[in-house]
Protein backbone atom coordinates (compact mmCIF):
# COMPACT_ATOMS: atom_id res chain seq x y z
CA UNK A 1 0.00 0.00 0.00
CA UNK A 2 1.68 3.37 -0.79
CA UNK A 3 1.95 5.71 1.61
CA UNK A 4 -0.86 8.27 -0.26
CA UNK A 5 -3.15 5.45 0.31
CA UNK A 6 -2.70 5.08 3.92
CA UNK A 7 -3.30 8.47 5.17
CA UNK A 8 -6.45 8.60 3.25
CA UNK A 9 -7.10 5.20 5.04
CA UNK A 10 -6.57 7.05 8.48
CA UNK A 11 -8.68 9.99 7.71
CA UNK A 12 -11.42 8.25 6.80
CA UNK A 13 -10.58 6.05 10.09
CA UNK A 14 -11.11 9.02 12.34
CA UNK A 15 -14.24 10.19 10.88
CA UNK A 16 -16.04 6.87 11.79
CA UNK A 17 -15.04 7.53 15.36
CA UNK A 18 -15.84 11.05 16.31
CA UNK A 19 -18.74 10.52 18.78
CA UNK A 20 -20.72 13.59 18.53
CA UNK A 21 -21.57 12.93 15.10
CA UNK A 22 -25.50 12.62 14.45
CA UNK A 23 -27.70 12.62 11.61
CA UNK A 24 -28.21 16.72 11.96
CA UNK A 25 -24.53 17.25 11.03
CA UNK A 26 -24.86 16.53 7.81
CA UNK A 27 -25.85 19.20 5.27
CA UNK A 28 -29.34 20.55 5.10
CA UNK A 29 -30.04 18.97 1.72
CA UNK A 30 -28.35 15.84 2.10
CA UNK A 31 -30.78 15.36 5.18
CA UNK A 32 -33.64 16.60 3.61
CA UNK A 33 -32.97 13.77 0.32
CA UNK A 34 -32.91 11.27 3.40
CA UNK A 35 -36.32 12.90 4.81
CA UNK A 36 -38.07 12.60 1.31
CA UNK A 37 -37.01 8.85 1.06
CA UNK A 38 -38.26 7.84 4.25
CA UNK A 39 -42.06 6.02 4.11
CA UNK A 40 -44.53 7.28 6.59
CA UNK A 41 -43.67 4.95 9.17
CA UNK A 42 -40.46 6.48 8.92
CA UNK A 43 -41.25 10.23 9.32
CA UNK A 44 -43.14 9.20 12.45
CA UNK A 45 -40.03 7.24 14.04
CA UNK A 46 -37.62 10.27 13.39
CA UNK A 47 -40.03 12.50 14.47
CA UNK A 48 -39.67 10.72 18.10
CA UNK A 49 -36.00 11.53 18.54
CA UNK A 50 -35.56 15.13 18.83
CA UNK A 51 -37.55 18.87 18.62
CA UNK A 52 -35.31 19.61 15.21
CA UNK A 53 -36.06 16.51 13.50
CA UNK A 54 -39.90 16.65 14.75
CA UNK A 55 -40.38 20.11 13.26
CA UNK A 56 -38.79 18.54 9.89
CA UNK A 57 -40.54 15.50 9.72
CA UNK A 58 -43.93 17.19 10.22
CA UNK A 59 -43.45 19.13 6.94
CA UNK A 60 -46.37 19.52 4.88
CA UNK A 61 -43.95 19.05 1.58
CA UNK A 62 -42.47 15.42 2.72
CA UNK A 63 -46.17 14.27 3.40
CA UNK A 64 -48.03 15.63 0.42
CA UNK A 65 -46.10 13.25 -1.61
CA UNK A 66 -47.51 10.03 0.64
CA UNK A 67 -51.02 12.05 0.66
CA UNK A 68 -50.67 12.24 -3.03
CA UNK A 69 -49.43 8.48 -3.76
CA UNK A 70 -52.05 6.86 -1.47
CA UNK A 71 -55.02 8.99 -0.99
CA UNK A 72 -54.90 11.41 -4.26
CA UNK A 73 -57.26 9.51 -6.14
CA UNK A 74 -60.03 8.80 -4.26
CA UNK A 75 -59.71 12.31 -2.04
CA UNK A 76 -61.68 15.15 -3.92
CA UNK A 77 -63.15 18.38 -3.25
CA UNK A 78 -65.76 16.92 -0.82
CA UNK A 79 -63.59 15.10 1.20
CA UNK A 80 -61.28 18.24 1.42
CA UNK A 81 -64.64 20.42 2.22
CA UNK A 82 -65.02 17.83 5.07
CA UNK A 83 -61.77 17.97 6.50
CA UNK A 84 -61.36 21.71 6.45
CA UNK A 85 -65.07 21.37 8.18
CA UNK A 86 -63.15 19.32 10.76
CA UNK A 87 -60.10 20.68 11.38
CA UNK A 88 -61.63 24.32 12.18
CA UNK A 89 -64.60 22.93 14.44
CA UNK A 90 -61.41 21.72 16.74
CA UNK A 91 -59.01 25.13 16.65
CA UNK A 92 -61.62 27.29 18.77
CA UNK A 93 -60.44 27.00 22.17
CA UNK A 94 -63.07 25.06 23.75
CA UNK A 95 -61.94 22.41 21.08
CA UNK A 96 -57.63 22.39 21.59
CA UNK A 97 -57.15 19.79 24.14
CA UNK A 98 -59.27 17.57 22.51
CA UNK A 99 -58.37 18.15 19.00
CA UNK A 100 -54.53 17.81 20.48
CA UNK A 101 -55.41 14.55 21.98
CA UNK A 102 -57.40 13.50 18.60
CA UNK A 103 -54.33 14.02 17.05
CA UNK A 104 -52.21 11.90 19.08
CA UNK A 105 -54.76 8.87 19.11
CA UNK A 106 -54.24 9.10 15.02
CA UNK A 107 -50.33 8.55 15.38
CA UNK A 108 -51.21 6.47 18.25
CA UNK A 109 -53.54 4.44 16.58
CA UNK A 110 -51.40 4.35 13.35
CA UNK A 111 -47.97 3.34 14.77
CA UNK A 112 -50.04 0.57 16.48
CA UNK A 113 -49.92 -1.19 13.51
CA UNK A 114 -46.09 -1.29 12.95
CA UNK A 115 -44.82 -1.51 16.34
CA UNK A 116 -44.81 -2.74 19.60
CA UNK A 117 -46.73 -0.86 22.33
CA UNK A 118 -44.01 -0.82 24.49
CA UNK A 119 -41.58 0.82 21.73
CA UNK A 120 -44.48 3.49 21.08
CA UNK A 121 -44.97 4.65 24.30
CA UNK A 122 -40.84 5.02 24.77
CA UNK A 123 -40.78 7.07 21.57
CA UNK A 124 -43.59 9.40 22.25
CA UNK A 125 -43.47 10.05 25.86
CA UNK A 126 -42.04 13.52 25.17
CA UNK A 127 -44.36 14.55 22.09
CA UNK A 128 -47.81 13.47 23.98
CA UNK A 129 -46.44 16.64 26.72
CA UNK A 130 -45.63 19.42 23.28
CA UNK A 131 -48.22 21.50 21.67
CA UNK A 132 -50.62 20.28 19.14
CA UNK A 133 -48.81 17.75 17.46
CA UNK A 134 -49.22 16.57 14.65
CA UNK A 135 -50.32 20.35 13.88
CA UNK A 136 -54.07 19.17 13.33
CA UNK A 137 -54.53 21.63 9.81
CA UNK A 138 -51.47 19.90 8.11
CA UNK A 139 -51.09 17.19 5.50
CA UNK A 140 -49.70 14.79 8.42
CA UNK A 141 -52.60 15.14 10.76
CA UNK A 142 -54.49 14.69 7.81
CA UNK A 143 -53.26 11.27 6.67
CA UNK A 144 -53.05 10.11 9.86
CA UNK A 145 -56.69 10.31 10.24
CA UNK A 146 -57.24 8.60 6.87
CA UNK A 147 -55.18 5.96 8.01
CA UNK A 148 -56.77 5.29 11.12
CA UNK A 149 -60.23 5.06 9.80
CA UNK A 150 -61.53 7.65 12.27
CA UNK A 151 -62.07 10.38 9.48
CA UNK A 152 -65.32 9.62 7.52
CA UNK A 153 -64.78 11.04 4.32
CA UNK A 154 -67.31 11.29 0.88
CA UNK A 155 -66.07 9.89 -2.11
CA UNK A 156 -67.89 7.31 -4.54
CA UNK A 157 -68.51 3.32 -4.72
CA UNK A 158 -68.89 1.21 -8.06
CA UNK A 159 -71.34 -0.98 -8.01
CA UNK A 160 -72.33 -0.76 -4.58
CA UNK A 161 -73.75 -3.47 -2.28
CA UNK A 162 -71.20 -5.87 -3.10
CA UNK A 163 -71.98 -5.81 -6.79
CA UNK A 164 -76.03 -6.64 -5.75
CA UNK A 165 -77.48 -6.55 -9.49
CA UNK A 166 -80.09 -4.10 -8.75
CA UNK A 167 -76.47 -1.40 -8.76
CA UNK A 168 -74.35 -3.12 -11.28
CA UNK A 169 -72.39 -0.56 -13.70
CA UNK A 170 -73.19 1.98 -11.64
CA UNK A 171 -71.66 4.53 -9.32
CA UNK A 172 -72.82 6.08 -5.68
CA UNK A 173 -72.14 8.46 -3.18
CA UNK A 174 -70.88 7.20 0.24
CA UNK A 175 -68.80 8.06 3.74
CA UNK A 176 -65.97 5.96 3.73
CA UNK A 177 -63.73 4.65 6.63
CA UNK A 178 -60.37 2.90 6.09
CA UNK A 179 -59.48 -0.34 7.87
CA UNK A 180 -55.55 -0.45 7.53
CA UNK A 181 -55.84 -4.24 8.77
CA UNK A 182 -57.43 -5.72 5.88
CA UNK A 183 -56.56 -2.38 3.52
CA UNK A 184 -60.18 -2.11 2.89
CA UNK A 185 -62.93 0.28 3.26
CA UNK A 186 -66.37 0.57 5.32
CA UNK A 187 -68.88 2.65 3.07
CA UNK A 188 -72.21 4.00 4.61
CA UNK A 189 -74.64 5.08 1.78
CA UNK A 190 -77.14 7.89 2.37
CA UNK A 191 -80.67 6.62 3.36
CA UNK A 192 -83.32 6.06 0.47
CA UNK A 193 -86.78 6.76 1.03
CA UNK A 194 -87.68 5.62 4.31
CA UNK A 195 -84.78 2.92 4.13
CA UNK A 196 -82.28 3.66 6.64
CA UNK A 197 -78.63 4.59 5.99
CA UNK A 198 -76.85 0.78 4.10
CA UNK A 199 -73.20 -0.10 5.48
CA UNK A 200 -71.05 -2.32 2.99
CA UNK A 201 -67.54 -3.77 4.80
CA UNK A 202 -64.40 -4.88 2.45
CA UNK A 203 -65.18 -2.22 0.05
CA UNK A 204 -61.97 -2.23 -2.04
CA UNK A 205 -59.63 0.46 -3.24
CA UNK A 206 -60.40 -0.50 -7.25
CA UNK A 207 -63.58 0.09 -6.58
CA UNK A 208 -63.69 3.97 -5.35
CA UNK A 209 -63.02 7.27 -7.40
CA UNK A 210 -63.04 10.80 -5.81
CA UNK A 211 -66.62 12.36 -7.16
CA UNK A 212 -65.77 13.33 -10.78
CA UNK A 213 -67.99 16.64 -10.46
CA UNK A 214 -69.04 18.90 -7.73
CA UNK A 215 -72.80 17.67 -7.56
CA UNK A 216 -74.21 16.88 -4.45
CA UNK A 217 -76.25 13.20 -4.78
CA UNK A 218 -79.36 15.21 -3.92
CA UNK A 219 -79.15 18.00 -6.97
CA UNK A 220 -79.56 17.86 -10.50
CA UNK A 221 -76.10 18.02 -12.34
CA UNK A 222 -76.18 20.39 -14.93
CA UNK A 223 -75.14 19.16 -18.11
CA UNK A 224 -73.16 21.61 -20.66
CA UNK A 225 -72.18 18.75 -22.96
CA UNK A 226 -75.46 17.65 -24.73
CA UNK A 227 -74.94 19.55 -27.57
CA UNK A 228 -71.56 18.03 -28.97
CA UNK A 229 -72.63 14.12 -27.97
CA UNK A 230 -72.52 12.02 -30.85
CA UNK A 231 -73.39 8.09 -31.79
CA UNK A 232 -70.73 5.82 -29.83
CA UNK A 233 -69.90 9.01 -27.46
CA UNK A 234 -69.77 7.08 -23.37
CA UNK A 235 -71.70 9.23 -21.01
CA UNK A 236 -73.16 8.68 -17.11
CA UNK A 237 -75.89 9.57 -16.64
CA UNK A 238 -77.93 10.46 -13.27
CA UNK A 239 -80.20 8.48 -12.06
CA UNK A 240 -82.54 7.31 -8.91
CA UNK A 241 -85.67 5.44 -8.33
CA UNK A 242 -87.87 7.90 -6.96
CA UNK A 243 -87.42 11.86 -5.97
CA UNK A 244 -86.80 10.62 -2.25
CA UNK A 245 -83.57 8.79 -3.72
CA UNK A 246 -80.32 10.24 -4.03
CA UNK A 247 -78.62 9.81 -7.60
CA UNK A 248 -76.79 7.19 -8.65
CA UNK A 249 -74.47 7.81 -12.10
CA UNK A 250 -74.60 5.08 -14.55
CA UNK A 251 -72.72 4.17 -17.65
CA UNK A 252 -74.38 3.91 -20.59
CA UNK A 253 -73.12 5.01 -24.39
CA UNK A 254 -75.47 7.44 -26.89
CA UNK A 255 -77.33 5.39 -29.63
CA UNK A 256 -79.09 6.06 -32.88
CA UNK A 257 -82.34 7.76 -33.88
CA UNK A 258 -84.68 4.40 -34.92
CA UNK A 259 -84.64 6.03 -37.88
CA UNK A 260 -81.12 5.98 -38.42
CA UNK A 261 -79.54 2.69 -39.83
CA UNK A 262 -76.01 3.85 -38.50
CA UNK A 263 -74.63 4.15 -41.28
CA UNK A 264 -71.62 7.05 -40.24
CA UNK A 265 -71.79 8.74 -43.77
CA UNK A 266 -75.30 9.46 -43.63
CA UNK A 267 -75.92 9.98 -39.84
CA UNK A 268 -77.65 12.86 -38.92
CA UNK A 269 -78.53 11.95 -35.29
CA UNK A 270 -76.05 14.78 -33.72
CA UNK A 271 -78.19 17.29 -35.54
CA UNK A 272 -81.65 15.65 -33.62
CA UNK A 273 -83.17 17.74 -30.44
CA UNK A 274 -83.70 13.80 -29.09
CA UNK A 275 -80.95 12.21 -27.59
CA UNK A 276 -80.75 8.73 -27.33
CA UNK A 277 -78.96 6.81 -24.23
CA UNK A 278 -78.52 3.07 -24.48
CA UNK A 279 -77.38 0.59 -21.52
CA UNK A 280 -76.11 -2.42 -23.31
CA UNK A 281 -75.72 -4.16 -20.13
CA UNK A 282 -79.33 -4.93 -20.49
CA UNK A 283 -80.96 -7.38 -22.88
CA UNK A 284 -82.23 -6.39 -25.92
CA UNK A 285 -85.96 -5.71 -25.42
CA UNK A 286 -85.71 -4.85 -21.35
CA UNK A 287 -86.69 -1.80 -20.51
CA UNK A 288 -83.61 -0.55 -19.07
CA UNK A 289 -82.18 -0.98 -22.23
CA UNK A 290 -82.96 2.74 -23.54
CA UNK A 291 -83.88 6.01 -23.01
CA UNK A 292 -84.22 9.23 -25.11
CA UNK A 293 -83.67 12.37 -23.66
CA UNK A 294 -84.18 16.06 -25.04
CA UNK A 295 -81.33 17.94 -26.31
CA UNK A 296 -82.33 21.54 -26.00
CA UNK A 297 -84.32 21.36 -22.75
CA UNK A 298 -82.99 18.34 -20.85
CA UNK A 299 -84.47 18.32 -17.21
CA UNK A 300 -85.08 15.28 -15.36
CA UNK A 301 -87.31 12.92 -17.08
CA UNK A 302 -89.01 9.99 -15.59
CA UNK A 303 -91.93 8.63 -13.64
CA UNK A 304 -91.75 6.45 -10.65
CA UNK A 305 -92.30 2.97 -12.68
CA UNK A 306 -88.89 3.56 -14.64
CA UNK A 307 -87.40 5.44 -12.31
CA UNK A 308 -85.95 9.68 -12.66
CA UNK A 309 -83.20 10.29 -15.08
CA UNK A 310 -81.07 13.36 -14.17
CA UNK A 311 -78.09 15.39 -15.63
CA UNK A 312 -75.72 13.81 -18.39
CA UNK A 313 -71.34 14.01 -18.08
CA UNK A 314 -69.49 12.67 -21.02
CA UNK A 315 -66.57 10.60 -20.30
CA UNK A 316 -63.71 12.02 -22.60
CA UNK A 317 -60.80 10.03 -21.02
CA UNK A 318 -60.07 6.56 -21.63
CA UNK A 319 -59.15 5.79 -17.93
CA UNK A 320 -63.10 6.54 -17.25
CA UNK A 321 -64.14 4.26 -20.22
CA UNK A 322 -61.73 1.47 -19.38
CA UNK A 323 -62.74 1.41 -15.64
CA UNK A 324 -66.30 0.83 -16.77
CA UNK A 325 -65.25 -1.97 -18.84
CA UNK A 326 -63.40 -3.82 -16.39
CA UNK A 327 -66.68 -3.96 -14.29
CA UNK A 328 -68.91 -5.54 -17.08
CA UNK A 329 -70.74 -8.35 -16.31
CA UNK A 330 -70.33 -11.37 -17.10
CA UNK A 331 -73.85 -12.10 -17.75
CA UNK A 332 -76.80 -9.48 -19.43
CA UNK A 333 -78.87 -8.17 -17.17
CA UNK A 334 -82.84 -8.89 -17.12
Known amino acids: MSPKKKNSYCKVENLEITPEMSVLDLPDLVLECILERLPTEGLCRMASVCSSLRERCISDHLW ?33 NQGKQRGLNHLMGY ?9 IRSSFGNISKKKDFPPVDSIMSWYLALESGNFWFPAQVYNRENGHVGFVLSCYDAE ?16 HGR ?30 CLNELRPGDHIEIQWRRNKEFPYGWWYGVVGHLETCDGDANYCRCHDSDTLVLEFNQYTRGSRWRKTAVNRKDHREEGNEADGFYGGIRKLNGNEEISMWKKLWPADVLE
Do not use: C
Not at 65 to 86: F, L, S, T, V
Not at 176 to 191: C, K, N, V
Open 64 to 96: EKHMKNKWGRIIGPAADREWQWHIASRKGSVFS
Open 195 to 224: RASAIETGVTWDRLRAPPVDTSPHDLHISD
Open 176 to 191: LSYDRRTDTFQARYPP
Open 111 to 119: LTLLWPTAL
